[in-house]
């Protein structure tokens, strides 16, 4: 294995939204989760591109193969193209950090199921592309990138998943952490029924659905009224839709209150109050206004507690897989390559 000073060390948070490099050379990316390939002859000369990714691929999705790889925050089980797009993914990455041709070490944070039952095809996926993997949970990469080890609970909240985990200063056990798929893209199914239910004449997108939820996001009460425009009959109309988007952002808060209590219970009690008050959102979520404070008043009912946001949801998972990648020792590498 090569020195650590020869080594490009990158870490990435692989999501099912976005996805997220952080490298050793101080370089940052972010790209959507999306990649697709020309459907024919006529599409590669338009779009001049063997493949495309993030937001060039769907804008150009009409003529493109497109994949969306994760699914709840697992690569899609039984699809080798799935496979081949977080590898292309992951390698369009690491490129555009500036890594390619480079001994890569990649800390990759993934969703602590996927870790459980995806991992023979993350390993699989990330073979060519990297020479050692060290696959972490999402959320203890945010916590080590934070240097909050210790009585912390963090709360990454993704597109396809909510991950849960508390940091009792080890690595965390299957025990410390949880995974609901109670997150972005059920906020978004919940949006499009809510909608439907109420402006059934609208046309609109789930593509559409997800950029009103990025700007437009609550819990409790909102600010103003929320409206949006979509084709009525081929019109571009105004809907009003304030009550569905809470609605359908609220419906987050029972069911990550109730496995928040539920791994606060299982703290030991000496701790749980410094737990409590050390609760730490993470993920794109993590920016819904008003989901804090609704989770902190969840908290009053066992003594009161505070929960805050991190300052940097794009990079705060990528941050810790890179700081991970720095102080891992050698044994703790997968090696991939040859």
């Known amino acids: 294995m090569s020195g650590k000073k020869d080594v490009f060390h ?98 990759v944070g993934v969703p602590a199921e996927a870790m459980r039952v995806s991992r023979q095809h993350l390993r699989n996926a990330v073979k060519g592309v990297a020479d050692s993997l060290l696959l972490v949970s999402e959320p203890f990469a945010v916590a080590y990138g934070m240097d909050a080890l210790l009585h912390t609970m963090i709360i990454d909240i993704g597109a396809g998943t909510s991950d849960f985990c508390v940091m009792n200063g080890r690595y965390p056990t299957d025990d410390d952490q949880r995974t609901l798929t109670h997150a972005g893209d059920s906020v978004d199914e919940q949006l499009v029924l809510q909608i439907r239910a109420r402006h059934p004449e609208a046309n609109f997108s789930i593509h559409m659905v997800r950029d009103w939820k990025e700007k437009h996001s609550f819990v409790g009460e909102p600010k103003g009224p929320v409206v949006v425009e979509a084709p009525v009959r081929g019109k571009p109309t105004s809907l009003e839709i304030t009550a569905e988007m809470r609605k359908a952002c609220e419906s987050l808060v029972g069911p990550l209150s109730e496995t928040m209590l ?31 404070a609704a989770l902190e008043r969840t908290l009053e009912d066992v003594g009161g507690g505070k929960v805050r946001a991190v300052e940097d949801p794009v990079f705060a998972g990528a941050n810790g897989s890179l700081a991970i990648a720095a102080d891992a020792p050698e044994g703790d590498w997968e090696r991939l390559a040859g």
């Open 262 to 292: 539920d791994l606060l219970s299982r703290v030991d009690p000496e701790y749980q109050q410094r737990v409590r008050n050390n609760i730490v959102l993470a993920g794109g979520g993590s920016q819904i206004p008003g989901l804090a």
């Open 10 to 107: 990158v870490g990435i948070d692989l999501g099912t939204s976005r996805s997220a490099i952080a490298a050793s050379n101080g370089e940052h990316h972010v790209v959507e989760s999306y990649v697709g390939w020309p459907v024919d002859m006529v599409a590669r000369k338009v779009v001049k591109k063997a493949v495309l990714f993030g937001h060039e691929a769907l804008e150009n999705r009409p003529m493109l193969d497109l994949h969306r790889p994760l699914e709840r925050g697992l690569i899609k089980e039984g699809s080798p193209k799935a496979e081949a797009a977080v590898r292309e993914l992951l390698a369009h990455l690491i490129e555009r950090a500036g890594g390619a041709g480079k001994t890569v070490h990649a800390v």
